[in-house]
């Protein structure tokens, strides 16, 4: 039976609907047949949000500097920032939200966005990224050797011992994280990340914002080539550029938002290769199909299926869709890049759909001013990931039945709990 959108009485859809992790896919065909943005209800809010589906209407949206993620900075005043009262109702003091939204890259709009993202945007470069292949391939054969290890049973769950791993430890050399505290900001992001369903972040997050504290004053006494080094330069040289709230969020967030993404990117990626054993062998016999596989996983398994909660900072017609001030809006990705109108036969996994050496027409990552900074680094991660995964463990199995995978039961997130396979 094809899913179909949960609606209640008055017809806005449930985005906590078992169904939006069971085939999260039928439910954004069935979406991107109705009048586009389609009304929905966001579990811990009271309000209604507005969906946008469809591929020119998400893009559109995105780079509409007229949506805002910050209401304060809306003119006139008197919109409320749900995601402020939200991350309150799961536990969280407003002084602690602001960690999380007021001094967040990902919450801010114009000028200071901008002032943020050229802060840490060098980090992030092609050329740098570049640089980080072989100590990226480096990490990925360790931890693929240690896997028979981690077995039980000649079981091993890829979540714990593969995916998680290796994008932590990347983003955390990186920033400047020591090696002994890697796995606990590992730890730290899948409680947040469940805990947003759960409530109880407190602990977590005091966590999370006492050793970056910790970090930092590590890094001004002892400086090095890392970038909490270079953001303390900058926060210490030119106060103006970044307050010392700005400095503990954007560690925090590069490290969370560096490694969660691209953990189940890796994961939901090597679920759909087992599934679908024809593209496997495409890439098998083609490893340097790589990049464009990793884009098509991108597309069709992506782990984040909404963006962030913006703002219509007035009226507006975007796209052919009514806006009001105030409105809530979150753009479909998931929706965005199942779209026929955009993508031919979209629910088909083809690994050479996207053709070599442009950028991504897919929304995976975003689109607009807020596209993810650490999209090249993410990228590179999975295609070195899915590539020497299956080079290394040829005869790779699912341990368990589809019907025994766990999803988490997260808003506009598709990750599962653990991915239990054979290794051959």
Same mark, same amino acid.
């Given at each position: ?26 439910? &954004? ?12 209800? &966001? ?29 304060d900075s809306i003119a006139g005043g008197g919109v409320q920032n749900v995601r402020v009262k939200r991350l309150m109702s799961l536990g969280l003091t407003r002084d602690q939200a602001r960690y999380l939204v007021d001094a967040s890259i990902l919450d801010m709009d114009g ?45 091993v769950d890829l979540v714990e011992h593969f995916s998680y791993p290796l994008p932590i430890t990347v983003i955390c050399e990186l920033v400047g994280v020591p090696e002994g505290q890697r796995m606990q900001w590992g730890d730290w992001g899948r409680r947040l990340i469940q ?19 910790e970090l930092i004053e590590q890094r001004r006494a002892t400086p090095a080539e890392d970038l909490v080094t270079a953001l303390i330069r900058a926060h210490d040289e030119d106060g103006d550029r970044l307050s010392d709230i700005e400095l503990v969020s954007i560690v925090l ?81 998931? +929706? ?20 070599? +050496? ?6 995976? &990552? ?19 990931? &899915? ?36 290794? +051959?």
């Amino acid at each position: 039976m094809t899913a179909t959108a949960d609606t209640g009485a008055s017809g806005a859809v449930n985005l906590a609907d078992p169904r939006m992790q069971s085939d999260p896919h039928a439910v &954004f065909t069935e979406l991107l047949e109705r009048e586009q943005p389609v009304r929905a209800r &966001f579990p811990g809010l009271e309000d209604e949000v507005m969906l946008v589906c469809g591929y020119e209407g998400v893009r559109a949206v995105l780079s509409d500097r007229r949506f805002v993620n910050d209401p304060d900075s809306i003119a006139g005043g008197g919109v409320q920032n749900v995601r402020v009262k939200r991350l309150m109702s799961l536990g969280l003091t407003r002084d602690q939200a602001r960690y999380l939204v007021d001094a967040s890259i990902l919450d801010m709009d114009g000028d200071d966005h901008t002032r943020m993202r050229k802060l840490v945007s060098r980090a992030f470069t092609v050329k740098r990224v570049n640089a980080l292949r072989p100590r990226v391939e480096e990490i990925t054969d360790r931890l693929l050797d240690e896997l028979p290890g981690r077995a039980e049973d000649g079981v091993v769950d890829l979540v714990e011992h593969f995916s998680y791993p290796l994008p932590i430890t990347v983003i955390c050399e990186l920033v400047g994280v020591p090696e002994g505290q890697r796995m606990q900001w590992g730890d730290w992001g899948r409680r947040l990340i469940q805990a947003a369903a759960t409530g109880g972040q407190l602990d977590a997050l005091e966590g999370i914002v006492a050793h970056t504290r910790e970090l930092i004053e590590q890094r001004r006494a002892t400086p090095a080539e890392d970038l909490v080094t270079a953001l303390i330069r900058a926060h210490d040289e030119d106060g103006d550029r970044l307050s010392d709230i700005e400095l503990v969020s954007i560690v925090l967030t590069l490290i969370l938002a560096g490694h969660e993404t691209t953990a189940h990117l890796i994961t939901n990626g090597t679920l759909a290769l087992l599934d679908h054993p024809d593209q496997l062998r495409l890439l098998k016999e083609d490893p340097d199909i790589g990049p464009r596989a990793t884009h098509e996983l991108m597309r069709r398994h992506g782990p984040v299926q909404g963006t962030r909660m913006r703002y219509a900072s007035e009226d507006m017609e975007v796209a052919g869709m009514r806006f009001t001030r105030g409105d809530v809006v979150i753009a479909l990705l998931g +929706g965005a890049n199942t779209d026929p109108d955009a993508f031919a036969d979209p629910g088909r996994l083809d690994l050479a759909r996207e053709p070599a +050496g442009r950028r991504e027409s897919h929304v995976g &990552f975003g689109h607009g001013i807020h596209y993810c900074l650490g999209a090249a680094l993410a990228r590179q991660e999975g295609e070195v990931a &899915f590539t020497r995964l299956f080079e290394r463990y040829p005869d790779l199995s699912l341990a368990v039945g589809h019907d025994e995978l766990e999803r988490e039961p997260l808003p506009m997130f598709w990750r599962l709990r653990s991915l239990p396979v054979r290794l +051959g």
